[in-house]
């Protein structure tokens, strides 16, 4: 068969299962079982090379499986995040496009602040340190730690700087990953007084923010993502972002830059968390859709070691 056929037998058989965005994934799944990648596998349909029949069988299968609605990035078995490819599975959160975004004003403040490199990060409920990597990647000199409390979504930290060591090396950066409860302002000091000489010019997070109330049913979500990830507690969904907070507060300097992902109806409460724990005025930015995707601001002067 063709990749015209295979891919819109495959685009209709995921759309028919429900799959957001069937068009997409039929794509990956196919450069997947062609052994390719997507750019690879666009000059070979515009070739009109044919896909061999063990690799036609294969994304059948494929198909399958992302029809009961396994991530498609647990059967690739990586995710792609900014200029990095992470390792995914089982037991660590999918990092999603949207979360890319609070890299950039990680990147703009720590030109301002740090030209010269040399820059201190610490990204807390780092899951597969998707955020911590990314600005290590693109900061050179830096020096980033991502803090995680599940063991197993430690793990697959640890595989995603492995797997982008090389990526690291040419910004001259390094990643630790340490095993801590990011809501523990105590155990973050120490993380920071013994990974990053006692400071932190940026705090990023990306924590656990999900409302339980039964509203979020996708099943690549309530079946594959670790609920440890998922449910921030509370009514709304702010407990663990609170606290992340208040952390945060505890290891950032005057000046230092705290950027936090949220849900779209969070935005107003954890303004007023940042401003409670000695920010400075908070600004939330929208993601690709429009919605409230982060808040972000800096420490007042007046309220730093509190």
Known sequence: M???????????????????SPAADAALLLAHACGMDGRRLSRARLMGIPVPAEAAASF???????????????????AHFRTLTLPVGPGVFVPR??????????LAHLASVRPSGGARVLDLCTGTGALGLAVAAEAAGTSAVGIEADPTAADWARRSADAVAG????????????????????AVRAVVDAHLTGRADVVVANPPYVVA???TTAP????HD????????????????????????????????LVLEHADTQGAALREAFLASGFAEATTRADYTGRDRFTLAVRQPHTQGK
Do not use: M
């Open 2 to 20: 063709s990749i015209d056929e295979l891919l819109r037998h495959g685009e209709q058989r995921l759309a028919a299962a429900g799959v957001d």
């Open 167 to 186: 990526d690291l090396a040419r910004a001259g950066s390094d990643f630790a990953v340490v095993e801590a409860d990011a809501t523990d302002p105590e």
């Open 97 to 106: 496009p949207e979360t890319e975004l609070l890299v950039d004003p990680v």
């Open 213 to 215: 109330d039964g509203t």
């Open 226 to 257: 670790p609920a440890r990830a998922l449910w921030g507690g509370g009514d709304d969904g702010t407990r663990v972002p609170r606290l992340v907070i208040a952390a945060a507060a505890r290891v950032l300097p005057t000046g230092g830059l």
């Open 60 to 78: 059948d299968a494929l198909l399958a499986r992302r029809a009961r609605r396994v991530p498609v990035q647990h059967i690739t078995g990586e």
């Open 220 to 223: 690549e979500v309530v079946d």
